[in-house]
């Protein structure tokens, strides 16, 4: 049999690249291998499961084994990649060597972990899967408490998610605004009112120095001298993508495994997409970007190669409390802020001197405008 083409990861950049591939390839052999357990399911309801209510296994779409056979392709999962090795074609798992016709990295962003003293460690919790997310909930369960490191998009969404669901929530994070590298002050200064507006206490500018077990609770020291009682904790301090294997591979890295516009990295064979690529200089950590990423991908491991295009990609923050809808000024652009609205309702737009819109962040009712500025912004990737 020939050699497959092989795709390590089975996040959503993973399966649907696999999917994608088969509208246009049912015959070349297939295989995903998976570090997890391999359930396909959509990542960004890891932050609305508490609201919903709904657990791991509800939120799971599919068992492996089912997209296995929808794909006609072999999903190892719980198998973990140890080492790649472009010139003979191959990877490693642990001794065995498994070789490939075309290499797909879809490997994902790992949480960045900071070392935090005291000796309640194991009560922090990254949520990046749907095994950490099935973790937490376990935890959580008749806890009431809980503290959020980070205040960017992951962590609000956490904290609105969470206090749907019940708890009390804490955030600390190191800034002065919440989601400062995505957010004009006046959009940020919304969705923190919103959601102070349904119990959130925000710690804006210490860090977490150190979390000890207290009674049947935690304590987590501030670097102000605060202490707050919580029963756990919440990572949300960002995500890293995965690069080690590639750099030990002789591939080139960046922020992100570096591809060009078809996706491939600087070995021939070799692609990447999703949160752990780096695509022509951006690394985009979102769903909008992978889903053409792989409508591309598909059609160059398929025999048409096809360069990627990314369209002006906004992004919905799931924030109900208060809606926010933003997109970001392009790296390389500079404009102009002007803000309307007051209170909620916030619209901030960025053109530049020629009057193109560059980016913008609407809150509450301004989201509504989101569809025409939609038409006006910029190509990420022209
Ligand atoms: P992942 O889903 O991380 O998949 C990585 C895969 O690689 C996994 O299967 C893993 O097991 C495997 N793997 C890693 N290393 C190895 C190895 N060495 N060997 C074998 N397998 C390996 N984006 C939006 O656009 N909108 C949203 O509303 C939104 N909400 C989000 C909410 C949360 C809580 C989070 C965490 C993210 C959210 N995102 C959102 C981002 C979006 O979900 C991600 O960009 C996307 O899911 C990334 O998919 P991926 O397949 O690249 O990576």
């Not at 960017?152 to 969470?162: T, Y």
């Not at 979390?211 to 960002?238: K, M, P």
């Not at 990314?310 to 392009?330: A, D, H, N, Q, R």
Request: glycine letters at 10%; proline letters at 5%.
């Amino acid at each position: 049999m020939s050699a497959p083409v092989v795709i390590i990861g089975t996040g959503l950049a993973g399966y649907n690249l696999a999917r994608e591939f088969r509208k246009l390839d049912s015959e070349t052999p297939l295989l995903l291998i998976t570090a997890d357990d391999g359930r396909s399911y959509s990542k960004p309801m890891l932050s609305t499961g508490f609201g919903k209510n709904k657990d791991a296994d509800e939120l799971c779409m599919a068992q492996p084994g089912a997209m296995a056979e929808q794909l006609k392709a072999q999903v190892w999962t719980h198998t973990r990649v140890k080492g790649i090795d472009p010139g003979h074609k191959r990877l490693w798992i642990g001794d065995e060597a498994v070789y490939y016709r075309d290499l797909v990295l879809a490997w994902g962003a790992e949480t960045i972990r900071v070392p935090i003293e005291g000796d309640a460690g194991d009560a922090v919790f990254p949520i990046n899967d749907l095994e950490d997310y099935a973790r937490f909930r376990a935890a959580a369960a008749g806890k009431h408490r809980v503290l959020i490191l980070g205040a960017g998009l992951i962590g609000c969404e956490f904290a609105n998610d969470l206090i749907l669901g019940g708890y009390e929530v804490d955030l600390v994070a190191p800034c002065e605004q919440v989601m400062p590298t995505l957010l004009h002050p006046a959009a940020a200064a919304a969705v923190k009112a919103g959601l102070e507006g349904i119990g959130a206490r925000f710690h804006l500018g210490p860090v977490l120095t150190r979390l000890q077990r207290h009674g049947q609770g935690l304590e987590a020291h501030l670097s102000d001298g605060t202490v707050i009682d919580c029963d756990l904790v919440v990572s949300a301090i960002g995500l890293r993508p995965r690069v080690d294997l590639a750099a030990a591979a002789g591939l080139q890295t960046g922020r992100g495994v570096v591809v060009d516009r078809y996706l491939q990295t600087s070995h021939a064979n070799i692609h990447a997409l999703g949160d752990c690529a780096e695509v022509d200089g951006l690394n985009l950590l979102y769903v909008m970007p992978l889903m053409s990423s792989a409508r591309a991908l598909a059609q160059t491991l398929a025999g048409t190669p096809t360069a990627v295009r990314y369209g002006p990609m906004p992004i919905t923050v799931k924030t109900p409390v208060c809606p926010l809808v933003v997109s970001p000024v392009p790296r390389g652009l500079e404009g102009e802020w002007r803000v309307e609205g007051q209170g909620a309702d916030i619209k901030a737009m960025c053109h530049d001197a020629e009057g193109q819109l560059l980016g913008y962040a609407l809150t509450g009712a301004a989201v509504m405008e989101r569809l025409a500025l939609n038409k006006a912004l910029p190509a990420l990737l022209a």
